[in-house]
């Protein structure tokens, strides 16, 4: 079992940074992959970023590569996502997802992911 927290959401202008955090409790957290997702207003939930168990492999959908970085510290049991030069498209409900990694490919599927945090907003003005 893995419980999930997210912090650092906020409101911000476009062009700004922002850094997500999700604090995970529970035992072997190094053992399970995390991703980001989110949801923007009247839009299905979709995939953000993903990052191995430890943190040697990382994914990134299309809108926000080059944009965004995730990263983790299993020390710490802790995974960020270091969002920059923000937009508008870019506000949602940013949710932390963990799953048991047992394969060397990291899922981007949200119905792999087991383990889901309350999510934080972040909203990007013009």
Do not use: H
Request: proline share 2%; charged share 15%; with cysteine.
């Amino acid at each position: 079992q893995v419980q999930l927290v997210e912090s650092g959401g906020g409101l911000v202008q476009a062009g700004a940074s922002l850094r997500l955090s999700c604090a995970a409790s529970g035992r072997s957290f190094s053992t399970y992959a995390v991703g980001w997702f989110r949801q923007g207003p009247g839009k299905e939930r979709e995939f953000v970023a993903a990052i191995s168990r430890s943190g040697g492999t990382t994914r990134y959908s299309d809108s926000v590569k080059g944009r965004f970085t995730i990263s983790r510290d299993n020390a710490k049991n802790t995974v960020s996502l270091q969002m920059n030069s923000l937009k508008p498209e870019d506000t949602a409900v940013y949710y932390c997802a963990a799953y048991l990694q047992r394969g060397v490919l990291i899922s981007i599927t949200s119905a792999t992911y087991d383990y889901w945090g309350q999510g934080t907003q972040v909203t990007v003005s013009s």
